[in-house]
């Protein structure tokens, strides 16, 4: 009898691909099939020293001490599979194989453990005739393979536990097929899955139940309380079905989004869609979406539950190829919608606490599992014993199997004992045990197990708690401190109190692609320490501390870019993960005028900041201020690059009543040259030339030469618009040869560019081509689209038009927004100016 492998073994694990379909389509045959491939592997596992522990529908599971004798087993077992005769008309059996090694917990005859859901994983990603190794078990058997044995290298991959990537290897053997399909990993597909931290435990009966949902309905809703965890088991659903979507698989965190009107710009941003400022977002993902086989997984909805059944009746009706997995604590409520509610992991029933082998019994329930792989991994020394099996029963059955609550409650394993702990939880729940606990909402289980968390940390971890919940997707260490420093913590002590709550598991932390930690608050965490610190006397003073933090990070990037510092670009690179933060603190000082910093600094997408910008105009009234008037011209250049005309026309007429009453010279110029954009959109000449009148008499007044320079260019557009080719060149002309030099410099490309497209749109051929062949100091073109930009020396005259760029409509440059080398455009434009001067003098 072969003795049973403990401690560190190797497993083999083995399944028949594509069984479902062989047992559908040739049942007889597949029968004595089965049965020939169960008898063979048992014979060959046993002869190699090897314990075949478990048989799961078609599926083999082993173990051996040596990892030589489980490779050596699965060779065997591939070539006597391979010299089978099987029936005629049978195709078959083809068998994919995986080996890996490392501890499990042996109890009676059977293996539990993460190395078991590692392997697994690895065999699902293989294929039949494939047998792959993970990375550990390769390292043992590289130096001394059997004989003929070779491993090839296929890489790193994420499996389906969505953890760490896997080095995986392949099995070479003469007896062995060497190629095959990509591995079905989740990296076969395109998904952004977040890589999980700890293992996926329990839930079998759930996933399954789940997936099966999923085959028959578009819409599928995971409810049920915070911290049950909804959010997990919709991961592990998607991983597992990746390969069903080859349009891909899209995680679209909720969580820290505040308004209704960002769902559709969310899932924009994750599916890395670029904006239309002159469509809805929506209307972008379901053109991106509409012939793709994809699913979004649409996770905690219910803060934002009208606009997301909104946004998902939409997708679904205009997708047909799309389905929704959602998590939310109430359904969307729409047609088609399947609801599953998760509920608590499975606990031991009171009666199990007199069971005299209750140590034994426990690790079958859901609930203790989950507590023992936490606890382990904060304190390696802890085991289930008879002493303290009553004690840990007792914590599951109080928690009500909720996922957070027990994550919380193992946490403590680091300072107290599985009793200390269950004895709290006792006097802290006596309500809850005492009364029908049944009848009492999970919402309030849950509040009063975070309760309990809550009172065991110190006065000052308190308070750190409760202001950090003031920061919305998250924060960094120099924005803790900014903004909890306060009586009674010291700014010197946020770090050693951060890192507790870290250490506590309240606190995730990460780090960013700067290399800084960035901290993140569980949602349901979050929510309850806010509620914590709205009934403190803090809350005021903290939300004052986050609007000014931010306020502050807006005032240091309210500058050109590029004369920004090292620090200030490392804060602009910082922005994008701090949109969150800056809406909830736009939020609370909305109606302050200094807010008008926060529209710019985050790069708000357009649509958002229309909104903000209305309702900040509509909040200040038309009186004027620096910032008001900023504020206005930012969205009148939203409204004309959405051409959207009427609404800048009347916003242009308000500005301009606002800075006449203001007597603000400056800004009077600045707008009117706004209307001249309107205006030449509209080919308002009588427009252009009264408002060129208007701004030529400030010029004079001011005598400003930039001003005069913008009054030249303009009055050169508008006779270009109108037709007058020459007349627009010989203004152009003028205004390069009197501007003053500072002003010159700015202005000299575009001039030169004007100059250009107005001799060849005149037919002067000859100066367009004279042009090109001059010394350039930068050699480089820009194209784009069918204008050519080329930059010219400083020593160009007026007297010789030099044409910087030209409209070439039928040149067959392709459109492109990079930049090309410099001599080979330049050569062609050439050729090509050459051609018509010469058709042009012939005909």
């Not at 053109?287 to 939409?314: G, M, P, R």
């Amino acid at each position: 009898m072969v003795a049973v492998p403990s401690g560190t073994v190797t497993f083999l694990f083995t399944d028949i691909e594509g069984s479902t379909r062989l047992w559908e389509t040739y049942p007889h045959a597949m029968s004595r099939a089965h049965a020939q491939h169960d008898a063979l592997t048992e014979t060959v596992i046993t002869g190699h020293d090897g314990y075949l522990f478990k048989r799961v529908g078609d599926a083999a599971c082993a173990t051996f001490d040596r990892a030589r004798d489980a490779l050596e087993a699965a060779l065997e077992i591939q070539r006597l599979l391979r010299e089978i005769a099987w029936e005629s008309g049978f195709p078959g059996l083809h068998v994919r194989m995986a080996l890996h090694t490392g501890d499990a917990e042996l109890r009676e005859g059977d293996y539990f453990g993460l190395t078991l859901s590692r392997v697994a994983r690895l065999l699902s990603a293989g294929h039949g005739g494939q047998i792959l190794l993970s990375q550990v078990t390769h390292q043992i058997l590289c130096d001394e393979p059997p004989m003929e044995v070779s491993f090839d290298d296929l890489g790193c991959h994420r499996l389906k536990d969505l953890q760490r990537a896997e080095g995986i290897f392949q099995v070479v053997h003469p007896s062995l097929t060497r190629e095959f399909p990509a591995l079905r990993t989740l990296d076969a597909r395109p998904n952004n899955l977040p890589v999980q931290l700890t293992s996926f435990v329990g839930r079998e009966q759930e996933l399954a139940q789940v997936a099966e949902r999923m085959a028959t309905g578009r819409l599928l809703t995971l409810t049920g309380a915070g911290g049950t965890g909804k959010t997990r088991l919709a991961l592990q659903l998607a991983a597992n079905q990746v390969e069903d979507y080859p349009g891909g698989v899209w995680f679209i965190d909720l969580a820290p989004v505040l308004s209704p009107d960002l769902v559709a710009q969310t899932i924009l941003t994750t599916l890395r869609l670029k904006e239309d400022p002159t469509r809805d977002a929506l209307d972008v993902v379901m053109e991106y979406l509409a012939d793709k086989a994809a699913l979004l997984l649409l996770d905690n909805c219910e803060h934002l539950i009208d606009a997301s059944a909104t946004v998902a009746k939409k997708l679904l009706q205009s997708c047909n190829d799309l389905r929704i997995l959602a998590t939310s604590r109430e359904p969307l409520r729409i047609t088609g919608e399947q609801v599953f509610r998760i509920p608590s992991l499975g606990v031991p029933p009171e009666s199990a606490q007199a069971e005299p082998e209750l140590a034994a019994i426990l690790p079958q329930y859901e609930a203790v599992r989950l507590f023992m792989d936490r606890a382990l991994a904060v304190q390696p020394a802890f085991e289930l014993t008879s002493a303290n099996a009553p004690a840990l029963a007792q914590l599951c059955i109080h928690l009500d199997g909720i996922p957070l609550a027990i994550e919380l409650a193992a946490a403590r394993m680091r300072a107290m004992t599985l009793e200390q702990i269950a004895a709290r939880l006792d006097n802290r729940f006596r309500l809850l045990t005492s009364g029908d606990r049944s009848a009492l909402p999970r919402q309030q289980t849950l509040r009063s197990l975070i309760d309990w968390s809550y009172d065991l940390l110190s006065p000052v971890e308190q308070a750190m708690l409760r202001r950090l919940a003031v920061f919305v997707g998250g924060w960094t260490l120099d924005a803790a401190e900014q903004v909890c420093a306060g009586d009674p913590l010291e700014e010197w002590e946020i770090l050693a109190f951060l890192t507790s709550l870290v250490e506590k598991s309240l606190v995730n932390c990460l780090p960013d692609d700067e290399g800084e930690m960035r901290y993140t608050l569980l949602e349901t965490i979050r929510q309850y320490a806010l509620e914590r610190l709205e009934e403190s006397d803090d809350g005021e003073a903290v939300r004052k501390r986050h609007y000014r933090y931010f306020w502050k990070i807006g005032a240091m990037l309210d500058w050109n870019p590029s004369d920004f510092t090292p620090e200030q670009w490392k804060l602009a690179r910082r922005c994008p993960f701090e949109r969150d933060n800056a809406r909830a603190a736009l939020a609370y000082g909305f109606q302050r005028p200094d807010s008008v910093l926060f529209f710019y600094s985050f790069h708000l997408p357009d649509q958002e900041l229309q909104r903000y910008l209305e309702r900040y105009l509509d909040i200040q009234g038309f009186t004027f201020t620096p910032e008001f008037y900023n504020a206005a011209r930012r969205l009148n250049a939203i409204y004309h690059q959405q051409g959207n005309f009427d609404a800048e026309d009347a916003l242009l007429r308000q500005i301009l009543d606002m800075v006449r009453e203001a007597n603000h010279t400056e800004c009077l110029f600045r707008s009117l040259k706004d209307v001249t954009g309107l205006a030449f959109h509209r080919h308002d000449t009588e427009t252009l030339h009264a408002v060129i009148a208007e701004m030529e008499a400030i010029a004079r007044q001011t005598d400003n030469a930039a001003f005069q320079a913008d009054c030249m260019i303009t009055t050169g557009m508008t006779y270009f618009m109108m037709g007058e080719f020459t007349r627009a060149q010989r203004i152009y002309s003028e205004a390069l040869a009197n501007l003053e030099p500072h002003v010159l410099l700015q202005h000299r490309p575009f001039l030169l560019y004007s100059i250009g497209h107005a001799a060849f749109a005149a037919g002067d051929l000859v100066t367009a081509h004279c042009s090109i062949l001059q010394p350039h100091s930068a050699p480089m073109i820009c194209l784009n689209a069918s204008s050519v930009m080329l930059p010219v020396s400083n020593s160009a005259t007026p007297t010789r038009a030099r044409i910087t760029a030209v409209r070439l409509p039928t040149i067959g440059i392709p459109n492109t927004n990079q930049f090309s080398p410099w001599p080979s455009t330049v050569m062609r434009i050439s050729r090509w100016l050459r051609r018509m001067i010469f058709a042009q003098r012939v005909s």
